[in-house]
Every structure is written in C-alpha cells, then in structure tokens.
C-alpha cells in the first residue's frame, strides 16, 4: 500500500509539471518587458537646439533696393539734361554673399557677427561692391525641432565709396548705419547642418534713405 501511493504522488507531480505551461512571469500581464538597448533613444538624437554650439553660416542675398535721395546724395537714375535729377528710384540689387560667425548660449537665441559683401558694384549710384559689418541675433521658435522658424534684427556699419564717375565726384559717399530685419525657415538635416531661406528689409539712412528688399539662401554648420 506504501508503494502505491508513493506511486500515485509521483504521477500527480508529474502532471502538474506540466511543459506546456507558461512561465509564471508571462503569464503576469502586469508583468514589463525589459526594454532592448536599441529601442532606447538618447535626448540628444532628438534635440536639434543650437546651445553651446559655434556657428558658420553662408547665404547669397538679391532683392531690390529703393532709394529716396537728399539734395547732396549721388544720384539713382540717368539724369536728364534740363530737368531735376530722380528724387525716388527702383532698381535691382546686385547680388552679395554674407557670411557669419555665431555662438548660441540658449537653443532659441543665436547672436552672431557677418559680413555682407557685394559681387559687383552699383551701376545706377556709380557705387564701388557692397561692403557691411554688423551684428544680430537669430531667435528662433520651436527651437529644439529640426524646422524652425527665426526673426533675425541686426545693426551694421556699410562703407564702400563712389565707383569714380566724373558725373558723381560732386557727391560724398557717406558711411551708413544699416539696420536690417528678417524672417524665415531653417530646418536643420543633422545635428551640426541646416539650411535656411529667409525674406527681410534692410535700410540705411546717412547716405540717403534706402532699402532693400532682400532674399537670402544659405547653409549653416555647427559645432561640437
């Protein structure tokens, strides 16, 4: 009798130990499933903000100026003989590249120093190629997406002269005080490259009152 109910704990054991049973962990749904390395994504991967990084930027600027002339301001148009010389002029600009040198402390704010130079001189005010230094600053929304939108204000220092015209040597090519305005899109491809367009106004106010409406195109690196 001993032996067989040895026997029948045996068998009853066995059954219950059954292998096709799941383990008592899957079978939990309150149970977690251990993440795998690769699903984890590091902020990093995901943060396109600029804080801490050194920018270089590049653009090329065209767009159209309008000029409004003071009695002793060269002139915007071909005169002509017997009447009064052109108070108001239009003309297209000559295109200009502009550089610029940046260092975020803030994903949303990009102060920076550029430099805009023209790649020919102005026919219509017998003006030498543009030359400008200034200083801005990009301020960007949604700053840490890879698109983002940025108002860039800044002041600047213009200082080309005359291009030697006798018609104009009458006139003094002032230094001008420039101040500049923009707006646009950067979407940045990768952590330490984006590319931008932007659409803006800059004026100047010594020589005469002229502005330009501006388009500008560019690439900006960054780093580290």
Do not use: W
Not at 25 to 33: G, N
Not at 56 to 62: D, E, I, K, P, S
Request: glycine share 10%; proline share 8%; aromatic share 12%.
């Amino acid at each position: 009798m001993a032996l067989l109910g040895a026997s029948t704990f045996i068998a009853g054991a066995a059954l219950a130990a059954d292998p096709d049973d799941p383990p008592a962990a899957a079978a939990d749904p309150s149970a977690k499933a251990t993440p795998k390395p690769e699903d984890a994504k590091s902020p990093e991967d995901t943060n396109f903000g600029h804080r801490f990084q050194f920018g270089l930027r590049a653009g090329l600027v065209g767009g159209y100026n309008m000029i409004f002339r003071y009695d002793q301001s060269p002139y915007c148009a071909p005169t002509v003989a017997g009447k009064d010389p052109q108070k108001f002029c239009g003309h297209a600009a000559p295109l200009a590249v502009d550089v610029a040198v940046s260092f975020a402390p803030l994903d949303f704010v990009e102060p920076y120093l550029f430099g805009r130079f023209g790649l020919k001189g102005e026919s219509q005010t017998d003006t030498q190629p543009l030359s400008v230094f200034g200083a801005g600053a990009r301020i960007y929304t949604m700053s840490d997406s890879p698109f983002k939108i940025f108002i860039d204000p800044a002041l600047a220092y213009e200082f080309e002269g005359g291009g030697g015209d006798p018609a104009f040597q009458k006139f003094s090519y002032k230094k001008d005080l420039l101040f500049h305005l923009a707006a646009g899109p950067q979407i940045d491809v990768a952590k330490f490259v984006g590319f931008f367009l932007d659409a803006g106004l800059t004026t100047g106010i010594l020589r005469s009152i002229h502005s330009e409406l501006e388009l500008q195109g560019g690439v900006q690196a960054r780093f580290p």
